[in-house]
């Protein structure tokens, strides 16, 4: 789910006009954002917590060529799910997503062409 659905599905639920909804999707974003900024953590409940973390600057390695690289010290957030939320997610009547249908010619098309790699590679053998 994108940023528009999530609009679109609040709108609906709380049975406003997108308009109103994506202001309130933007003022509940940028209220976590600025909790986070100021080192705090957000809790809703429910919902789950944001936590801020910090890095501090380290060295690292560049896989290529195994120099030393610095790496900035950054800040990021972390999110721990409320325990309604994850009893939501593992209830037997949680809504699972189909897995996507397997196409039946392109793996025929594969075992034709696995055929006949083996067939080749024998007839090269045999020479």
Avoid: C, W, Y
Wanted: glycine share 6%; net charge positive; no cysteine.
């Amino acid at each position: 789910m994108n940023r528009s659905e999530l609009v679109e599905t609040v709108a609906k639920s709380a049975g406003l006009d997108k308009r109103h909804a994506d202001a309130a999707v933007t003022a509940m974003i940028e209220a976590v954002v600025k909790e986070a900024k100021s080192g705090a953590r957000t809790s809703i409940f429910g919902f789950g917590t944001f936590m801020p973390t910090s890095r501090s600057a380290r060295v690292g390695r560049n896989p290529q060529t195994g120099a030393p690289v610095k790496i900035a010290a950054s800040k990021s957030v972390r999110f721990s799910p409320a325990s309604a939320f994850k009893s939501a997610l593992n209830s037997k009547g949680a809504a699972k997503k189909a897995p996507p249908a397997k196409k039946a010619a392109s793996s025929k098309k594969a075992a034709v062409k696995k055929a006949a790699v083996k067939k080749a590679t024998k007839s090269t053998k045999k020479k």
